[in-house]
């Protein structure tokens, strides 16, 4: 079954950048989608982006769009989430998640990275 590892928070100033990686091990379908979600205590999981493994568009939430990318290296089975212009309200718990079409809800995947950190204070 599908397993996917995550890692690359951390600690970052304001305005600051950060990447994070996660790994898709296995998967057993052909075609699947790679989405980004982020989670503060108290506060709904939020939608971040996510596109197909095959495909180069990629759809991103309101507040991160223009400042997170999203890219991957199929050769090494790896998304990436790359974060600039970081503000305080990024701080959260984000996941990467694997689902057999593409959805903006947490609902939609069916698999869960473990999550990482990600602290964006002075």
């Known amino acids: 079954q599908v397993q996917l590892l995550q890692s690359g928070g951390g600690l970052v100033q304001p305005g600051g950048s950060l990447r994070l990686s996660c790994v898709v091990a296995?998967?057993?379908?052909?075609?699947?989608?790679l989405g980004w979600f982020r989670q503060a205590p108290g506060s709904e999981r939020e939608f971040v982006g996510t596109?197909?493994?095959?495909?180069?568009?990629?759809y991103y939430g309101h507040a991160v769009k223009g400042r997170f990318t999203i890219s991957r290296d199929s050769a090494k089975n790896t998304a990436y989430l790359q974060m600039n212009s970081l503000k305080p309200e990024d701080t959260a718990v984000y996941y990467c998640?694997?689902?057999?079409?593409?959805?903006?809800?947490?609902?939609?995947?069916?698999?869960w990275g473990q999550g990482t950190q990600v602290t964006v204070s002075s």
């Open positions: 998640a694997h689902s057999s079409f593409l959805a903006t809800t947490a609902s939609g995947y069916d698999t």
């Open positions: 596109r197909w493994w095959t495909d180069e568009t990629v």
């Open positions: 296995d998967s057993p379908l052909s075609h699947y989608a």
